[in-house]
């Protein structure tokens, strides 16, 4: 069992700069893949970012590249979000996962970002 635990969000404006974390537990964490997901209310959850195993691929979404930067440091069983530029759009409870071979298996319980003046 892996368990994750997603912290750093809140309320920013416009324009501002939040860093989401993701602190990973139970098994060897450096195996699997991560990613982050968001879910904006009324609508269906979406892929954000992700990253491979040694932090060597990360894909975005199209609607973040540019002011989202995935990161991982295995050494600290963590996973990062730097999200800048922030617009109202990004206003959405983002999770982590982590899995295998593209199907991730484990979810923390999310955390809540709002972007409005």
């Known amino acids: 069992q892996v368990q994750l635990v997603e912290s750093g969000g809140g309320l920013v404006q416009p324009g501002g700069s939040l860093r989401l974390s993701c602190a990973a537990s139970?098994?060897?964490?450096?195996?699997?893949?991560m990613g982050w997901f968001r879910q904006a209310p009324g609508a269906e959850r979406e892929f954000v970012a992700s990253?491979?195993?040694?932090?060597?691929?990360?894909n975005y979404a199209n609607s973040v590249k540019g002011r989202f930067t995935i990161s991982r440091d295995n050494a600290k069983n963590t996973v990062y979000l730097q999200m800048n530029n922030l617009k109202p759009e990004d206003t959405a409870v983002y999770y982590c996962?982590?899995?295998?071979?593209?199907?991730?298996?484990?979810w923390g319980q999310g955390t809540q970002v709002t972007v409005s003046s």
């Open positions: 990253i491979n195993n040694n932090g060597g691929v990360r």
């Open positions: 996962a982590a899995g295998l071979v593209g199907s991730y298996s484990y």
């Open positions: 139970g098994r060897t964490v450096g195996r699997y893949g």
